[in-house]
């Protein structure tokens, strides 16, 4: 998973699988944030999630923000192909205006 | 709709020279403004944030300096290139105060050699 001490993570999946990114965070976070970044280009958000929701749904992705054991997931279900980029998961620090980013999991979806 | 575009797409600089590097925001009122660094398969290191113009915040201190001259317009600047300044720089903006979603620019990618 992001954030905590380990390595950056990288999956290679067959098209149509699903698959399910951790974010882990040592402090309190209220939002947390999905990004995806395609090779080249900048990240761009997929979900914002905040701690009144738990979970939330943007077509077939879902995220999850557990307050109580610190940590974030964001699930893709029926992956693509054009799914292959990186996934980072960003939370705010105390001060809104400094947003933290795990280290990023690199997912390789073969067709 | 807002577009946020970012100056030069890439750049090869030698150590020691200086660097300016440009973001604008078009469509966009007093945005938030933001830089971020990031080493090739690394993660998005956050630089500094501007809420307003010619305010700008230090987030982590990379002898980089950045400066909000106008609304739209967020630049990032040193006078000494050093070889770690090497990676992919991006701006971002966000709307609001409350956490808010930022939308992040095409790029910069700098070589410095």
């Known amino acids: 998973s992001q954030w905590g001490e380990e390595n950056l993570q990288a999956l290679s999946i067959q098209e149509g699988e699903d698959v399910t990114m951790n974010c882990s965070y040592k402090?309190?976070?209220?939002?947390v944030q999905w990004y995806r970044q395609k090779s080249g280009k900048g990240p761009a958000q997929l979900i914002l999630i905040r701690s009144n929701e738990r979970e939330k749904r943007s077509g077939r992705l879902r995220a999850t923000l557990d307050t109580s054991s610190q940590s974030s997931s964001l699930s893709i279900t029926g992956t693509l192909a054009t799914d292959t980029a990186v996934y980072f998961c960003?939370?705010?620090?105390?001060?809104?205006?400094?947003?933290?980013f795990g280290k990023g999991t690199h997912l390789h979806v073969l067709p | 709709a807002q577009t946020i575009h970012q100056w030069p797409v890439a750049e090869i600089k030698a150590v020691g020279s200086p660097l300016s590097l440009g973001c604008t925001i078009k469509?966009?009122?007093?945005?938030?403004l933001y830089w971020y660094w990031q080493a090739t398969g690394g993660t998005l290191q956050q630089l500094f944030y501007s809420i307003t113009v010619g305010q700008v915040e230090s987030v982590v201190q990379l002898n980089l300096s950045a400066s909000r001259p106008k609304d739209d317009q967020f630049i990032l600047s040193t006078e000494k290139l050093l070889l770690s300044h090497s990676g992919f720089y991006l701006c971002?903006?966000?709307?609001?105060?409350?956490?808010?979603?930022?939308?992040f620019g095409p790029g910069t990618r700098l070589l410095v050699l």
């Open positions: 469509g966009k009122s007093s945005p938030n």
């Open positions: 402090t309190y976070t209220t939002v």
């Open positions: 960003g939370r705010h620090d105390t001060n809104a205006y400094k947003v933290i």
């Open positions: 971002a903006w966000s709307e609001g105060i409350n956490q808010d979603t930022q939308y």
